[in-house]
């Protein structure tokens, strides 16, 4: 077991580009979270699949983000027209399913949008 | 709503001292407490958690934490801090039906001392 992965570690980009983050889970996990965590800021949640369905979105989330899980293993979180306040990392967590698992998070995508 | 507080934004301590840092949580039911340590750069790491039972929770790497309902916190605690230990702590609450997503406080960067 390698732990959750997320790629890239880093990405910097122009305001208006689009980007698209990619998080693969620990593998039996079948629960998969995003979380955005701002400087000085604990993480904050965005939203979350059970398998390939994504269950609930933030408000946090606007119409500019859009996250999948197409197969129930890996997910892509994308940002559309990014904006210098989309820079943040971004996290990716997994657990299994039910109250008492815990999740294991990954390393972040740290996105900078200049 | 849920929602966590840590009051001490930045916590200063010798190596070979004790060290404690508080987290206050707000919950109407029984809630899910949970300390995780982030190194610069890394994602988090989860130290101990807190689902029912031994309000005492012994965690990872030294650290324990006590449960207290009446005064509605969660403090982090370790005898003797090494130098390693430093680096930022969140607290986090989650709750059953919740679907497992956390809320998180903002945060305690702890700076240890030689």
């Known amino acids: 077991d390698t732990g959750v992965s997320q790629d890239p570690r880093h990405k910097i980009t122009k305001r208006g580009q689009n980007v698209t983050f990619r998080c693969d889970p620990i593998s039996e996990h079948n629960r998969l979270y995003w979380y955005r965590q701002t400087l000085g800021q604990g993480p904050e949640f965005l939203t979350y699949f059970q398998n390939e369905a994504q269950l609930e979105k933030s408000r946090l989330l606007s119409n500019r983000f859009s996250a999948e899980r197409p197969k129930g293993s890996f997910s892509t979180l994308e940002i559309q027209r990014t904006e210098q306040g989309d820079s943040a990392m971004y996290l990716c967590?997994?657990?299994?399913?039910?109250?008492?698992?815990?999740?294991?998070f990954g390393p972040g995508t740290r996105l900078t949008v200049t | 709503a849920q929602s966590v507080t840590q009051p001490d934004i930045h916590i200063t301590v010798s190596e070979g001292a004790s060290l404690e840092l508080r987290c206050n949580y707000s919950y109407g039911a029984t809630p899910y407490l949970f300390w995780y340590v982030q190194s610069p750069g890394q994602g988090l790491q989860l130290l101990l958690k807190y689902f029912s039972g031994d309000t005492l929770v012994q965690g990872i790497k030294g650290f324990e934490a006590e449960f207290k309902r009446s005064q509605s916190s969660f403090n982090l605690r370790k005898p003797s801090v090494h130098w390693s230990d430093a680096a930022e702590y969140f607290c986090?609450?989650?709750?059953?039906?919740?679907?497992?997503?956390?809320?998180f406080g903002d945060g305690t960067t702890l700076t240890v001392k030689p």
């Open positions: 967590a997994s657990s299994l399913q039910g109250a008492y698992y815990e999740q294991y």
């Open positions: 986090a609450v989650g709750a059953l039906g919740n679907a497992g997503k956390s809320t």
